[in-house]
């Protein structure tokens, strides 16, 4: 019986740092945005080049690992190189790989361009990622109190739905942690998932798009009518918000140097559903999710200072959040 079974991407990243890139601002009749652009015929000498494994289903379910649950992951990959390095990683973690290979498309793979303003940019090919059969799943594995969606699309959102179905027939907890991409959908698209959720975990943009909202409470309150009993909305280093459906929660991070963004929601919901999962207390749960994501950020790669159960138990001791 795993803990929790985490479904959905995985990925090669290769992180690409040049001294070419440039900041260009400028506005819209919506807001202001920023793009990175580069010399057009020009060849760009890349000062530094870092191999990882990325994806919100690898990332989590590493996050996972080291704090100590019992965690599987769920996923498709190509019949590739790629795979055996993204699964001998998952070994090396302590995480039992579920993942189904296919010869008809690539491991997925992400190319993350140079980190401006500690922000990034990345061209993701998605690959395999999106063709997660229901039918390829042997369901004798999946013996969980847990399952944790993070975002699958294409043939593989249809298998996070029948799986959602599935958890809710078999007594098992979803936690879904949703990207833009389906957030865009809107809640009619996601609600067989949604009426099965325990836990939705999203940032602010995303809320706004499920909604149509701009008052955080009047979201939290749009997001507990589509399904979820936990809501918790992330504003990146601004104040965060989270909801039992009766008591709002807030908490804001702690100052500290900002590295690089990559994995930070990843590291936040992952820690934040292990608190709900070995405590119950939401106040708990934020601490971690908070703990965890600043330490990723301070550094390069999405797993790389991800922390174990002893060392965000000592940073909790350390450093205090405050949560109102």
């Not at 965690?71 to 390095?85: C, I």
Request: proline fraction near 1%; hydrophobic fraction near 40%.
């Amino acid at each position: 019986m795993y803990d929790v079974i985490c479904v959905g991407s995985s990925t090669v990243d290769v992180f690409a740092c040049s001294k070419r890139a440039d900041l260009i601002t400028f506005k819209d009749c919506e807001k202001e945005k920023c793009m990175l652009a580069y010399p057009i015929g020009s060849k760009i000498l890349i000062k530094k080049l870092n191999f990882t494994t990325g994806g919100g289903g690898t990332n989590c379910a590493v996050a996972f690992s080291r704090l100590g649950l019992k965690t599987a992951y769920l996923g498709k990959m190509g019949d590739d190189n790629n795979a055996q390095l993204v699964i001998k990683n998952l070994k090396k973690e302590k995480v039992d790989s579920l993942a189904i290979l296919g010869k008809d498309n690539m491991t997925g793979y992400s190319i993350i361009l140079d980190s401006i303003k500690h922000d990034r940019t990345i061209l993701a090919y998605k690959g395999a990622n999106n063709h997660l059969k229901w039918s390829e799943i042997k369901k004798n594995k999946l013996k969980t109190k847990w399952f944790y969606f993070s975002t699958l699309l294409e043939t593989s959102f249809k298998t996070l739905e029948k799986l959602a179905i599935y958890a809710g027939k078999n007594n098992i907890k979803v936690a879904f942690n949703v990207s833009e991409y389906l957030a865009k959908k809107g809640p009619k698209y996601l609600a067989k998932i949604l009426k099965n959720t325990e836990v939705f975990i999203l940032n602010k943009v995303e809320a706004k798009l499920m909604t149509k909202k701009d008052n955080v409470n009047q979201m939290l309150e749009k997001l507990h009518s589509y399904g979820p009993k936990i809501v918790a909305i992330t504003c990146g280093g601004n104040e965060l918000f989270v909801s039992d459906g009766s008591i709002v929660y807030k908490a804001k991070p702690n100052n500290i140097k900002l590295v690089e963004t990559t994995g930070a929601g990843d590291a936040f919901a992952a820690s934040f559903v292990t608190g709900l999962i070995k405590n119950d207390k939401i106040k708990t749960a934020i601490e971690l999710g908070i703990h965890n994501a600043q330490s990723v950020i301070s550094h390069h790669g999405a797993k790389n200072k991800l922390l174990t159960w002893k060392e965000i138990q000592q940073m909790c001791k350390k450093k205090k959040v405050c949560i109102n």
